[in-house]
């Protein structure tokens, strides 16, 4: 079995009011489940992390233990953070380390077939809508 998971993170100001909003999809397209947070402010790559652990963690609670036998692919549109969990760059900015590890945890303990792949904003339309929600419902 093959599952998507799409994230995105933003702010409005960098940093800023910002959200972050994940979406499940199985390997015929269709949505089982969804995730979204309102963060406070935050940095929008702040955000892009938390949107990849809210997307980890919808994944485990849909998939519980069978996250070891599936394939996972994340999609974002955040080219840093993409370069970062592949291990292509490194991990500079000090607010950011504790997100990666984070990230790293729950991919070491349920997720050993993942990749992540970066895609364009116009393939990502659903992550941002729940990202702009989680926004739209905190800056109230």
Known sequence: MDIKIFTDGGSRGNPGISGAGAVVFDDKGIELGTNLKFLGKKTNNWAEYEAVILGLELAHKLFDKKTQEINFEMKMDSQLVQRQLKGEYRVKEDSLKEQFLRVHNL????????????????ENKRADELANEAMDEGGL
């Open 107 to 122: 991919i070491v303990k349920y997720f050993p077939n993942i990749k992540f792949t970066h895609i364009p904003r116009e």
